[in-house]
């Protein structure tokens, strides 16, 4: 009994209701824990072209490994994406 692999995946089907479990269980918010010591990755914005290349798959995993390694060790993270511009690049 065998079940033939569709030939590109996809996420839609793979990952039904799962994004939703994991907001339903906040597991993208820090625990508060008070006597957890705190650690946090902001992640960077896109570069200014917009294209995706294999460094940012790369930064994002490395990023995602340390900061379930931390939560692992008893750290209070929190993994945050940063969106609009930085402010000490600004001119002006």
């Given at each position: 009994m065998s079940k033939e692999l569709s030939p590109k995946y996809n996420p839609a089907e793979v990952e039904?209701?799962?994004?939703?479990?994991w907001l339903d269980a906040d597991v993208f918010k820090p625990s508060g824990d008070q006597?957890?010591?705190?650690y946090s990755i902001v992640i960077p914005p896109p570069n200014?072209?917009?294209?995706l290349h294999l460094g940012h798959a790369w930064d994002t995993t490395l990023q995602?490994?340390?900061i379930r390694q931390?939560?692992?060790?008893?750290?209070?993270?929190l993994w945050l994406p940063r969106d609009g511009p930085r402010r000490d690049c600004d001119s002006g």
């Open positions: 039904a209701g799962r994004y939703q479990k006597k957890a010591k705190p200014v072209t917009g294209k995602d490994i340390i931390k939560r692992m060790q008893g750290f209070d993270t």
